[in-house]
């Protein structure tokens, strides 16, 4: 069984002056095509620093990482920039847009820092305009982000993560910003990705969320300290 | 070994197809700042605008120098009688009412004969008097001239002919006149033939001269002739009916002045011991005077020396402040991409995390230095246009505050006549300067951003 990526008795460590941290102490998780998978637990457990390590933002200290079939644990900075905007969309919990730019330029962004900076052509611009509309957004387009509300600020960075069409969507409390309408749009917009096959993890605090996944698993200390819904 | 790598980490690039956008981008960032971007580009604009300024000045003195070069001849040496100041003069004279001074018929015997690389030595002589036809009158500069004056002052007939070698022989009362004083004297009338009234003498029109440009003057040596108010008359002629003696006695005052000859010219065989040839005249000539600076020695060639001064000053002074307002300008410019790239560090986490490479990072903010110093660089070639006007009004200044006194030395006088003249390749080179600059200074600043922790930067408030 091949799987969209795959996590093998991961350990990260931070050095905090001379003493070590130790954030991950051996993470081993699979995740099939199409998975959805929400992971839970107390703040300082190693939800983030998980997270980044499966997004290709940093390298673990041990184990190994594979995306497809190619260890990310051993690449260069360059290629976990490649990995990065070709095989994984983030979507952050204060969205993270670039201020000074519109809708539009936000959207376009990852396609900026394809391998061999191939043309913005034509495609890609009706690409752009089909994922503004899938968010609904079509007639923001030139609106920039003080201008938007949360929600919409959200479905922007969303429609950026999807751009370039990556397998993987990476997302570190999405909602924690948002009302409980807004967030109900956004997980909708996400059950409609992970329907399309595209494989979701989430970082998240809320049980009503994460029972909108397929599968949750619980951090403590590090490691995984169980899966399965435990309501309350 | 930092700028190495930093350069080398650029290698391959290959962002052409997205550049106009990357320029487009760049531009809307720095236009969040509109008032700080546009101060930091002082330094640029004033740097640029004196490297365009200082070359104008520089070729303008020497565009000035070549043409009166040109003009006077550069194979020619002039010297002139200078009338000296009152002091010696009196001293001199103690026992005359007649101040005697300038160039003597033996010096001019003594240049043309004993040197041997001066080929050609014309005389002249001037008075300004009254000239009269019927009953039109006019002050005119009476020059007895020989032959040659023609075309050593290039000089052309509109009618008839110049003086001859037999009028000078003959000491026949003939006279050419310029073109401003035939029209003034004669109008409608066509002069050829006629008679002008000079000192009681009468003297038959044979030619009249095409109107010239004033020549420009040099310095206090030689004053700007202008052609157009002369008469010409055969040297020879000249001083069997005027004399040497030049009497004034205008308002009651009497004062005599008595001068054989007003200038000689000297045309060298060739341009290469021109200035060799200078010092010999120079050496015959204080010899021959026992010291007394009744004469001037012009050689138009030494006026490219000093088109050289000029050019060597401003040089100089504008090339400090280019140099300075650079540099300067340069460090704003660092200091302000420092400060921006602390302030979007999680911007720089944002595009880090869509995938941009440590490179992508770099040509960034270095496209964003560039734009920035780039725009600087452009408007000041937009100033450095406007330098004849802006030097226009510079000098209109300094004339008030400095040279009122009138004491024009050769160096103000140049001052006064130059006009700048905008190198064209001087404004692509400034430009590219103010390029350079936004690299050097924005590398830095763009290096340190690029090599920012992903995740750091991302947490960054
Ligand atoms: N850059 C870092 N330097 C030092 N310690 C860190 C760093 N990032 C995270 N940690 C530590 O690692 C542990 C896990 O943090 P994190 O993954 O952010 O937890 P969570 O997201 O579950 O709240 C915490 O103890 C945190 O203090
Ligand atoms: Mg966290």
């Known amino acids: 069984m091949s799987f969209a990526a795959q996590v093998v008795n991961i350990e990260k ?24 998978v929400a992971i ?59 201020p000074q730019y519109t809708v539009l330029e936000n959207i376009e962004v990852p396609l900026h820092y394809r391998t061999g900076y191939p043309r913005i052509g034509k495609d890609e611009q009706s690409r752009i305009m089909h994922l503004a509309d899938l968010v609904g957004l079509g007639d923001r387009m030139d609106h920039r982000p003080f201008q938007l509300s949360g929600g919409q600020q959200q479905r922007v960075a969303i429609a950026r993560a999807l751009v370039n069409d990556p397998k993987i969507i990476l997302a570190d409390e999405p909602t924690g910003n948002l009302d409980s309408k807004t967030e109900e749009e956004i997980m909708g917009t996400l059950l409609k990705l992970n329907k399309e096959g595209r494989t979701i993890i989430m970082v998240t605090h809320e049980t009503q969320v994460a029972r909108l996944a397929k599968r949750q698993i619980y951090m403590k200390d590090g490691v995984i300290a169980g899966e399965g819904l435990f309501p309350g | 070994m930092f700028w190495y790598r930093s350069y080398k980490s650029l290698g391959n690039l290959n962002v052409m197809p997205n550049l106009l956008r990357t320029v487009q981008l760049a531009l809307k960032s720095l236009m969040l700042h509109k008032l700080r971007s546009g101060l930091t580009m002082l330094g640029i604009v004033f740097g640029v605008f004196s490297v365009i300024a200082m070359l104008a000045i520089g070729e303008g003195a020497s565009q000035q120098a070549q043409q009166q070069v040109l003009q006077l001849g550069a194979t020619n040496i002039i010297v002139r009688s200078v009338k000296p100041p009152r002091e010696t003069a009196s001293q001199q004279n103690a026992d005359s009412f007649v101040l005697r001074y300038g160039l003597k018929r ?93 000192a009681d003498r009468r003297y038959t029109v044979v030619g009249v001269t095409r109107s010239r440009e004033a020549s420009a003057a040099i310095g206090g040596s030689l004053s700007g002739q202008d052609f157009n108010q002369d008469i010409y008359i055969p040297l020879e002629t000249m001083r069997v009916r005027m004399g040497d003696l030049d009497i ?39 010899h021959n005077h026992k010291g007394s600076k009744d004469y001037s020695v012009v050689v138009p060639q030494e006026l490219l020396k000093q088109a050289e001064q000029i050019r ?19 460090i704003g410019i660092m200091n302000i991409m420092l400060a921006t790239v602390t302030e979007r560090t999680r911007e720089i986490g944002i595009r ?50 400095f040279f009122e006194s009138g004491g024009a030395s050769d160096f103000s006088q140049m001052f006064k006549d130059l006009v700048p003249q905008v190198v064209p390749s001087s404004l692509p080179l400034a430009f590219g300067i103010s390029v350079g600059i936004g690299i050097l200074f924005g590398l830095y ?17």
Do not use: W
């Open chain 1, 13 to 36: 460590d931070y050095m905090l002056g001379t003493v070590p941290v130790r954030a991950l102490r051996g993470v081993s998780i699979d995740f099939p095509h199409g998975d959805f």
């Open chain 1, 40 to 98: 839970m637990g107390s703040s300082g457990s190693g939800k983030s620093t998980l997270l980044n390590l499966l997004g290709a933002l940093d390298r673990p200290t041990r184990g190994k990482y594979l995306i497809g079939d190619r260890d990310v644990s051993q690449m260069t900075d360059d290629e976990l920039s490649e990995i990065r905007n070709e095989r994984i969309g983030f979507i952050f919990q204060s969205y993270n847009l670039i």
């Open chain 2, 106 to 198: 033996a010096d001019y015997d003594l240049l043309s004969k004993t040197i041997p690389t001066v080929i050609q030595a014309v005389p002249i002589r001037e008075l300004v008097k009254a000239c009269r036809f019927l009953h039109r009158e006019m002050n005119c500069r009476i020059v007895g001239c020989t032959p040659e004056y023609v075309d050593m002052n290039h000089l052309s007939l509109a009618q008839g002919r110049f003086i001859s070698d037999k009028d000078r022989r003959e000491k026949t009362n003939v006279c050419v006149l310029a073109s401003g004083t035939a029209d003034e004297l004669f109008q409608y009338e066509d002069p050829l033939g006629q008679s002008v009234k000079v």
């Open chain 2, 248 to 286: 004034d006695r205008r308002q009651g005052s009497f004062s005599a002045e008595e001068v054989q000859l007003n200038q000689i010219t000297l045309r060298i065989s060739d341009i290469d011991r021109v200035m060799s040839t200078a010092d010999v005249i120079r050496e015959s000539l204080a």
């Open chain 2, 312 to 330: 060597t000053i401003f040089n100089v002074v504008l090339g400090s402040i280019a140099a300075i307002s650079l540099v300067v300008g340069g």
């Open chain 2, 352 to 401: 880090r995390a869509l995938g941009a490479k440590q490179r992508d990072i770099t040509l960034q903010f270095l496209t964003e230095t560039i734009v920035l110093s780039g725009s600087g660089g452009l408007i000041g070639v937009l100033l450095g246009l406007s330098t004849p006007t802006v030097f226009q009004l510079l000098k209109t200044l300094a004339e008030q505050f």
């Open chain 2, 445 to 461: 600043p763009a290096r340190s951003a690029a090599r920012l922790d992903p995740i750091e930067a991302l947490r960054h408030e």
